[in-house]
């Protein structure tokens, strides 16, 4: 059975440690399954605007694609990408415990998914890898959080955290003999919560309420 995967690259520059373990990434797994399918989308060379919170999306009318979104840009062909894919692969550096700009910028455009049930259908797997040059005592627990919220309503399944902080030098080489598809300090995903005031995320998610109008109360 053939994989479709699609590997994103969420660092804005071009040839930086996360792009170098990307592309580490992508060759490992045309060795290692050359009948399988592999996709890159580097968000350094595509455009995706930031969403404005226009609500187009959730005022979406019948007949037009479920997904539309008002801004026409790069996403259109990235959100295809996503569709299409049985397993999907992020890697990202982390920037002040988060994700970068631009990385945001994606995620949030995800919202359309949020309107549609594509939540509900069985999840496809996917894995994160971060990148780091190390340092930041505050760790990357939100960065994670973050991925893990957006992808869950695009129907993915955040299950597996590549740690590889500290780990890559500025040339992006991989430590020798590593296996970068099993590499970094390797976690669940479920390893990594958040704690405030009213307790832990993430929660059991419970099915939202509706109106007779099919509005969320």
């Not at 549609?116 to 340092?135: F, I, M, S, Y």
């Not at 890559?168 to 005031?197: F, K, N, W």
Request: charged content about 25%; aromatic content about 6%; proline content about 8%.
């Amino acid at each position: 059975m053939h994989v479709n995967r699609l590997i994103i690259c969420g660092s804005p520059r071009a040839r930086g440690r996360s792009a170098a373990l990307c592309e580490a990434i992508r060759w490992a797994y045309e060795d290692a399954c050359p009948d399988d399918r592999v996709d890159v989308v580097m968000l350094s060379d595509v455009h995706i605007a930031p969403c404005t919170g226009c609500d187009v999306c959730r005022r979406n009318v019948p007949g037009r694609d479920e997904l539309y979104c008002i801004i026409a840009d790069d996403m259109v062909r990235v959100r295809r990408l996503l569709n299409e894919c049985d397993q999907l692969v992020v890697v990202t550096p982390v920037y002040f415990a988060g994700v970068p700009a631009q990385f945001k910028a994606f995620l949030d455009r995800l919202q359309p998914y949020f309107w549609t049930n594509r939540r509900q259908e069985r999840k496809r797997p996917a894995d994160l890898h971060v990148v780091g040059e190390g340092g930041d005592p505050h760790g990357f627990g939100p960065l994670v959080g973050t991925v893990r919220s957006a992808l869950a309503v695009a129907g993915l399944r955040l299950d597996t955290v590549h740690d590889w902080v500290g780990l890559i030098p500025p040339d992006g080489s991989v430590p020798e003999g590593t296996d970068v598809l099993t590499g970094g300090r390797v976690h669940p995903a479920s390893a990594y919560t958040c704690s405030g005031p009213d307790g832990v995320h993430p929660r059991a998610v419970e099915p939202r309420a509706e109106t007779a109008t099919g509005d969320s109360l």
